[in-house]
Each structure stands twice: as structure tokens, then as C-alpha cells.
């Protein structure tokens, strides 16, 4: 028996119609705290109540493909750790985290460089609670948190649900714009707002594919540390490239400057919600205190059973695995692209999950997602990605969950809800604007 | 292997050294939020790392005793999920959480008289995350909480973290006394203060060790409802009374005007930190949309194996044997006060983990503390329930997680210490004040 994905996402309506029914149905509306009004359901969320049928080719999930896993050996490693370590699994743990699994994640991180010590490192409920964590330790309501345009939309909520104000900056082809970060903190400090964090996916960025280059890395660090803004580098991607060797980290440069977020849930699996901070001792004491606050201690039960993973299997081989198959994937999704949707363009990732397609000229991405539904395709618009409600122009295709041939065929059914948009835009003029609100959060499943 | 239970605490110093370090040597202390300002370190933490030694008994932590769960089977059950449903089980999940699990915790409710639908149900990372969201979604900085005197150190915790103002409203032998409630919070309304939340434990309260008499329950939701305060019921140790049938939550006596909150921790294990909280039905979205942004979704792995363990094991007989199992241990901790500290007074509890114990006159607990902890006996000051410096005539002792020989020896040393404290303040005068500072939250193995 599977569970679907999202239950709770069928109950969901639309923002107007929600809010319209909380006014008269709500009791306790005049109760909330000012930071619940940034709290909506996703415009998107019904919707994809119907992307979750698997009649539909999703390419709109952040799920990774799991059944490349040796489900049978991890079967046996999470009943050896109950039978042979019950008594620490089941019970209430440290609120930093399991030592033995903090000094694992330190064997992890060395594939990029980083150099730390076990106590520098804090064992979260998946890397978004180290990012909840980060802003509740660090953003007061109207500071100012810098991020790539586009950025990681479950962080955009995060720093929303602190009433942060988020700048964008822009990325290209080789990442954040140095030049450009330069520019937007200078004008941010002469307007007098305090910056408190720049918020950088530096590995096969979420949603835009892109990596920033190893030649900007130590330029982004200078110019973070002369505007006295602290970096967080939020990687859960950087081992899954598909060529060539990791990137050294920006934390492997600057280890006071940097606040580093990994994951299992892309390496592993997201099921057992493993992920971790680095953090430099006085920060990393602030966080685990916020985080016995927030959860008292993570799952020791999940923490064991990652660690026993890591030590008796060969995790490396499991990640190589992974390599292989999402380049294929990535290969599936370009050269369908190439085939079916040449009046788009899009960004070649060399790793990770995600491409960024820029819509042809006059295309609504946010407009055309029903079409694309009701052609049994589903995706992204890029408006999530934005804190300002840019991004109408682009969406984002994930090639992680479906398999290439699936792949190829929602490509080549996006391609007619496009060609029938181009068409309609021809005759009609654009259907949609640049101006209209960002698309909320739609959900775990499209993280 | 074991992992101590917390080898951060090992590295914290007292509040004062940790700011004066934290002055000199770390750079980014202008820029955390001013809520952090809040998150400091226990004073007691450095202590409790020596309490933690096992030549200690400790009658400090909240810990449950897990040795009498079938170890045997829960490792069955934990492969098993792995192995039938790990596609399901290693995914990322719905922020609400499992579907069927939220069935099931209906059934657990039921017990207690509480008829919900699964749809008001959110599942969280232990019932702390369904503090956190809670106060999340309603606090505003300065915003008033009422709650009991003493109240649970976790919750207020949580209510500084988010910048709450807690005021206190008295207990006796029966719980929160309504006619002070009522006052309270009519001064507060008097006084142009907004109170968002009552919180309260009404069932073995943690620290008092009483209950709320079932006569004044009813009493307690009139005068929230007429003063429009919303009451958060913890209920984590509902299901382990000593004698009778459980009472009735508040929760089944109001669907409108209380949030539930229940925990699998003390009734089968924490390890997993499967928590839940009850909402209507606007409340509850609000919730979940905060939990996505918190953690994204709780574990699928812990959530599954929670479900299989109450589908395939008899676990009502599991909480009937802890239920036995503690009211031995109740009976060994009330026994060796009686034998060996009749010149304290302490509650009887009929459920739960804790008794509160008054000390004699003039006796400071936190003063003490040291001295005890030397005698090799560890409890927590009264001070650590309050939000406002009361309390040092007051220690919390737990009898959950040691055996009861270990429990009479732990009150056996603690009679050693007082009376050695009571000559010194014969001698001398009494040690200290209720004026001191409050103590802080001293990590989750006490909680």
C-alpha cells in the first residue's frame, strides 16, 4: 500500500478563495502573529493535486529516483540499528546531533574540500530546518537577505516567514555575478539596510542549473566579507555532477565567513529528513539552541540508521550510481528539448536536477501551467523563484523523478501546449505580465 | 557502541564566560536577530554533563525507560518498512503528514475522548516542533502567553525564543486554578495587553506532578472562550495515569477553542520524534504551511514505522506496562521522600514521570545543585519552570528513567545534601534568593 504524495494538497483552493473563507469562517484571524500573513497556500498547490496523477509526466518535482536503491540491504541496516542499538536509537538524542554521524559527515564533506571538526557541525531535520534555523538566529522582520535571481523557493519561504526582504542579484551561465553582488550591497549599505546573509546554491543550482565558476568562488567570499555579510551556502547537489570532480566549496576557502548546508536527502534518501550546518563555533552554539527549541533533538532513530549507511555500505558507489543516472536523465531532457522546443532556450546543468527554460518571447509560464495540466505535463513557473514576481518568462523542468522516456514524452507534450500558446499570442497578443505576484511555495514535493 | 547523550554539553560554559568569549572572539555577534538574544546557553548545562556521568542518579532528566520495549520485534518492524514500502518510506512526504498515521492517531486520541478527522491532524517532529509552529503562527513579539506556575521549561523555552511575554497563572493540588485564570487574564485585558495563547498540561503536569480535576475543565474553556485566548493543551503523558481511566482531554470537550498536542514519545519511544497537533480546520492549514517551512514534511521512515508499530504490535498493552513500570518508580520516589526528606513536602502524582518537591525552609535548589551533584544526585532547580526568576525553593525529581533501588538511593543522597544545607543555613542564614535570574532551558535529556 503507497500513500500519495501530498494528501493534504486536494483540500487546498486558491489564495483569493481561502482567504476570502478564512474571513468569515476563521475565529481566530485577529489571533495570528504579522509573520502568518506571509503564510499562503501556493496559487499552484491545487493544481498540483492533479500533476501528482500518474497519468501526468511531472517534470515539477524536486523528489529524487529512489528505486536505484538496495532496498533489501537498507532494510537490514534499519533493523540492526533498532535490534543492536535500540536503546540510543529510540530514545531522545543531543540536540547537535550524533557524534559518530557529525564525524561521518565530515568524511562526506572532504569530497569538496571542506575541513572541519565534529563539534562545528549540527545535525538538522533536512538542510531546510538548517535554513530555518540560520534565519531564526540571524534575521530580524525587514533585514535584508541577498539571493541569486532566481533562488531555492522553499528558501525564499523560509526568509519570508522571518519577514525578511529578499534582493535578488543576478546569476549567468557561470553563476552569481560577482560585479553585480558588488554593486547590490554598496547600494543596499549607502540605503542603509542591513544585509544580514547572502543566500548562494553555488553547486547545480536550484532552479537554474547553473554552477558558479571555481574563479568567482574566492571573488563572492571577498566581497561578502568586506560588506561583513555572511554567506550561506546551501549545496545539497554538489556531489551529483556529471563530470569531472566536485568543486572545492566556498566554506573550503573561509571558515569564518561561511555557513554550510548539506544534505543526505539527494545523496541518499530525503526519508529519513538527515541534513546539517556547518557553522563557526559561536553561530553553531546559536543553532543548537534554536534547534532544541524548535525540535528538542533530531530523530536519532533516522541519524543511526544514515550512519550505519554510511559505514557498512559503499555510499561512494551509491552516489556514482546516482551520477549515471541523472546525467542520462539531464541528456533525455536537453536533447528533448532540442528536438521538440527550439524556440526555447535553456541552461545545460552539469549536474543536479533541474534546467531553466526561457519561454519563447510573449509566454506566460504561470498562464500556460493549466494547459499544460490538462496536456498531462506538469512544471514549475519561474515566478516561485522569485522573490518580486519576475520569472513569468521561465520554468523550471526537473529531470530527477521520471524515467528518460518519460522525460522525452513531457517535453515533447510541452512542446504542443507551447506551440498552441505561440499561436494564440500571435493572433491574440501576450497573455500575461512580468507584474503579477509571485507564485508561492507549491509543496515538499517540488523543493 | 553508545554515544553519551549529549556530548555538546560538554563545551558550554556558564552564560556569562560564553557572552564575554562570545564579545571578544565572535565577529558576527551584531548581526544576530534580536530573538537570539534570548538563546543562552543553561547555566546548569556544564553541570548536567557531569550529571550525565553513570556514578550519578539522576532524578534530573525526562527521559523514558525503554529497556521494557520488544526490541526484537521493533527491529522486525523497522526492516520491514524498508523492505515493503521504501519507496514510500525514503521519499520526501506530505507536510501534513502520513495519511494513515493520522488515522491511527485518532484511535490513540479516542482514549481520551477526543473525536477529530484525520484532515485536522498535523504530524510533527516530536510535539516540541508542534510548540514551535503553534507560537509561530500566533506570537508577535510582546504578545502575552498565560500558563501555569511552574509550566514545562521546553514551552517557555519556545515562548522566549519567539519573544512572548509568559505570565503565570497559580496551581494547587487540582491544576490550574480557574479563579485565578480568570483574573489574570481579565488584568491583562484591563492593561491593553494581547494574549494569544493559555498554555497548559493538564494531566501529570510536568513539573507539578498534578492533574486538572475534571470539575474544573469545563471552567477553564468558559473563561478562555469569554476572554477569546486560545488554549494549547499538552498532553504528552495523558495515557500513563496510575489508577481510573484517562480523563477527558479539553480537547473533547472544545473543537474550536483548543490546539491539541500528543507525542508517541513517552507512551512507545522518542527516538522517532513523531509528535502530532489538532487544529480546526483554518488554524491547521496555517500549521502545516508553517511545517513546510520548517522542515518541508516530517519523516516518512519514522512516520511509516510509528504506523506498522500501531497496526502490527498490541501497544495498548505496551502503555499499560509502562504505566505499571512508573507507578512503581512513583512509588519508590514518594516512599524514600517520605523515609528520608520529611522535612520536605512534595506532590503525589497519579500519572506521569514527576513529583515537585518543596524544600524546607530557607533551601535554595539551585544553590544546591552543585553540592548535590558532588553527592552524586542530580535534579532540576525549581527556577527552570518559570519565566520569572521564581521558584529556588522548589527542585523537580524524576522517577521515569531510573530503576526504583536507583531512585530510593538518588532521594537517599539528596536527603544528605539538604541536611547538610539545612545546618549550613542554621549556622549561617539561608544561601540564596527567589530574586536570581531564571534558569535556562538545560537540553532535551531533561526535558
Known amino acids: 500500500m503507497t500513500t500519495p504524495p501530498a494528501p493534504d494538497r486536494t483540500t487546498s483552493g486558491t489564495p483569493t478563495s481561502a482567504a476570502a473563507a478564512g474571513t468569515r469562517l476563521d475565529p481566530w484571524l485577529a489571533s495570528y502573529a504579522a509573520r502568518t500573513g506571509g503564510m499562503r497556500a501556493s496559487e499552484i ?6 500533476a501528482n496523477r500518474p497519468e501526468v509526466v511531472s517534470l515539477a518535482g524536486g523528489m529524487p529516483y529512489l528505486a536505484r536503491l538496495p532496498m533489501d540491504q537498507l532494510a537490514d541496516i534499519a533493523g540492526r540499528v533498532v535490534a543492536e542499538r535500540g536503546l540510543v536509537a529510540l530514545q531522545y538524542g543531543s540536540g547537535q546531533g550524533d557524534e559518530t554521524l557529525r564525524e561521518q559527515i565530515l568524511e562526506v564533506m572532504r569530497l569538496q574540500g571542506i575541513e572541519a571538526h565534529p563539534d562545528d557541525v549540527v545535525v538538522t531535520t533536512g538542510s ?3 535554513l530555518d534555523l540560520v534565519t531564526r538566529v ?3 522582520p525587514g ?6 535571481a532566481p533562488s531555492y523557493v522553499g528558501a525564499l519561504g523560509v526568509f519570508r516567514a522571518y519577514q525578511a526582504d529578499v534582493v535578488h542579484v543576478p546569476i549567468d551561465a557561470d553563476g552569481l555575478v560577482p560585479a553585480a553582488l558588488d554593486e547590490t550591497l554598496t547600494e543596499l ?3 542603509g539596510r542591513r544585509v544580514k546573509l547572502l543566500y548562494t546554491v553555488p553547486n547545480f543550482h536550484n532552479p537554474a542549473g547553473v554552477s558558479l565558476a571555481s574563479s568567482r568562488r574566492p571573488q563572492v567570499l571577498e566581497i561578502a566579507r568586506r560588506h561583513g555579510v555572511l554567506v550561506v551556502e546551501d549545496d545539497p547537489y554538489g556531489l551529483l555532477g556529471f563530470e569531472g570532480e566536485p568543486r572545492a566549496a566556498l566554506r573550503s576557502m573561509d571558515d569564518e565567513g561561511v555557513l554550510y548546508l548539506g544534505s543526505f536527502s539527494k545523496t541518499f534518501a530525503p526519508g529519513y529528513r538527515v541534513g546539517w550546518v556547518v557553522a563557526p563555533h559561536a553561530i553553531r552554539e546559536k543553532l543548537v539552541l534554536a534547534s532544541e527549541s524548535a525540535i528538542l533533538s533530531p530523530s536519532n532513530a533516522s541519524q543511526l540508521t544514515v550512519s550505519c549507511y554510511l559505514a557498512t555500505y559503499d555510499w561512494r558507489s551509491q552516489v556514482k550510481d546516482y551520477r549515471e543516472m541523472y546525467r542520462e536523465r539531464r541528456d533525455a531532457m536537453v536533447g528533448a528539448l532540442a528536438d521538440h522546443l527550439p524556440s526555447a532556450t535553456w541552461t545545460v546543468p552539469e549536474g543536479g536536477f533541474y534546467t531553466w527554460v526561457r519561454l519563447p518571447e510573449g509566454l506566460d509560464a504561470r498562464e500556460m501551467l493549466p494547459r499544460a495540466v490538462t496536456a498531462l505535463v506538469a512544471y514549475v513557473p519561474g515566478t ?3 522573490f518580486d514576481g519576475r520569472g513569468a518568462d521561465h520554468m523550471r523542468l526537473s529531470f530527477c523523478y521520471p524515467t528518460p522516456d518519460r522525460i522525452r514524452e513531457g517535453v515533447r507534450r510541452l512542446a504542443g501546449v507551447v ?4 499561436e ?3 493572433l491574440f497578443g501576450a497573455t500575461g505580465g512580468g507584474g503579477s505576484p509571485a507564485v508561492q511555495a507549491p509543496g515538499p514535493d517540488v523543493a
Open 45 to 50: 498547490r491545487a493544481l498540483f493535486a492533479v
Open 128 to 130: 531546510q530546518q538548517a
Open 138 to 140: 540571524f534575521v530580524d
Open 143 to 148: 533585514d535584508v537577505v541577498v539571493a541569486e
Open 189 to 191: 549599505a549607502a540605503a
Open 384 to 386: 516561485a523563484f522569485y
Open 419 to 422: 506551440t498552441a500558446e505561440r
Open 424 to 426: 494564440l499570442v500571435e
